[in-house]
């Protein structure tokens, strides 16, 4: 492609401009994106898409990927949710409103054996700030606080960058002086991969009712692999929540791995329900009285989940 085609192309297909990039990691990123147009009105907890031609450089190291010559001119689009640093340079609860950029927490997906090369993120993670991108002109979701009331107990289960809503749902909590207690716990591979977790040390400090909780399962030296499900059925929840699950008065919302989450299935006809190997958070859940959302019935409980793939 020459140099003209590709300034048409992506003059043509791009919407916004990568305003800031901040590497976490070589496979961890903060990246802020401001769109061309006004931002979007939306909750914290929902998602829209980012998009990039095929025809973008593909960050080093990453699985080979074949192309078919007609689809080099397309844009991949993938969902992601908006995060949030839920804390300003001077440590106060950010005003969102003076904001005209959206924040996204993204991993780079190196390989994948499933028959998908991974398309996105390879690209993602090749960008600099000043680059164009192309931005979904639309935010949304059902994954918010709606059913959450003052005063309830709000737990956030997230693996990897699954906790990207639950940072955004906690600055609404936050800002909105909720008394309930909040606890946000994330479990990623290595310690590493806790992006924000010294933004959640502060939040700590000045919120008596918010609690983070990191668990790294490969950090050498760890001797106790704990994943999400563990910290319920081993009681280390309730210490943190400070009382007893309670169902009629706690909303757990489920970020990520879809492995974590469980989704059951729920059969029409027999109105039987069966849930996936492994056990994920939702059974476990739903043992102690808990009710997951159904989407195909538009019920809702009070275990809220967003699967990442
Ligand atoms: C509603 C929604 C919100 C999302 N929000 C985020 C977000 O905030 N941050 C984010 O990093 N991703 C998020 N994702 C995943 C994202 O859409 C892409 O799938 C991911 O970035 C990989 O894109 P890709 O084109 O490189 O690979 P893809 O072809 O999309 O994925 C290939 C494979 O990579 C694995 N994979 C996908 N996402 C992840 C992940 N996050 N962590 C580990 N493995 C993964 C899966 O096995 C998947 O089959 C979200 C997905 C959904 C449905």
Redesign the pocket.
Known sequence: MTVEELTKLRHKRYNATVVSLKLLNPDLMVLRVKPDFPRPPHHPGQ?C?LGLGYWERRTEACQVETLAAADVTKV?R??????CSVLNEAGHLMRLEENDWLE??????RE?F?G?????????FALVEGDRIQIGERIT?H?TLDPVKPGDTVVFLG????E??HNYMTWELLSRGHTGKIVNACCVRYSRDLGYHDIHRHLMAQFPNYEYLALATREPGVTRRVYIQDLITCGELEEHTGAALDPATTHVFL???PKMIGVPHHDRETGATSYPEPVGVIQVLEARGFAADVAATKFKGNVHF????
């Open positions: 998602y898409t991949v993938r969902a992601y949710s908006i995060s996204f927490y993204i991993v780079l997906v994948n499933d998908r090369v991974p398309a996105l993120t390879p690209r993602l979701g994954y693996t990897g960058t699954g990207a809503p970020c990520g791995n967003e699967e990442y793939w």
